[in-house]
């Protein structure tokens, strides 16, 4: 149950940097900003992956996550 709330609560800090760092308009909510910050801590650690910055079995630390959430909101712009 603690790694549910830990997740939510990181999400909502990498979603709320994100969108700071990222210019222009998003109006959404909490759990939109939370949710772009957990999807971005995934796409982070693809990146991180994909460009051999981390190991194999190893999580992306913050940059990574934001970054990947910069990326997600980058995505959500274009769809929507």
């Known amino acids: 149950m603690m790694h549910w709330i830990y997740s ?3 999400g909502i800090i990498i979603g709320s ?3 700071f760092l ?5 109006t ?8 772009v910050g957990i999807v971005g801590a995934f796409v982070g650690t693809a990146i991180a ?3 051999g910055q981390i190991q194999k079995d190893a999580k992306a630390g913050w940059m990574w996550s934001v970054l990947g959430a910069i990326v997600v909101l980058i995505v959500m712009r274009i769809l929507f």
Do not use: E, N, Y
Not at 22 to 26: H, N
Not at 28 to 35: H, P
């Open 49 to 51: 992956h994909a460009t």
């Open 22 to 26: 990222l210019p222009g308009a998003d």
């Open 17 to 19: 940097i994100a969108r």
């Open 8 to 10: 939510a609560i990181v």
């Open 28 to 35: 959404m909510g909490i759990f939109k900003t939370m949710l």
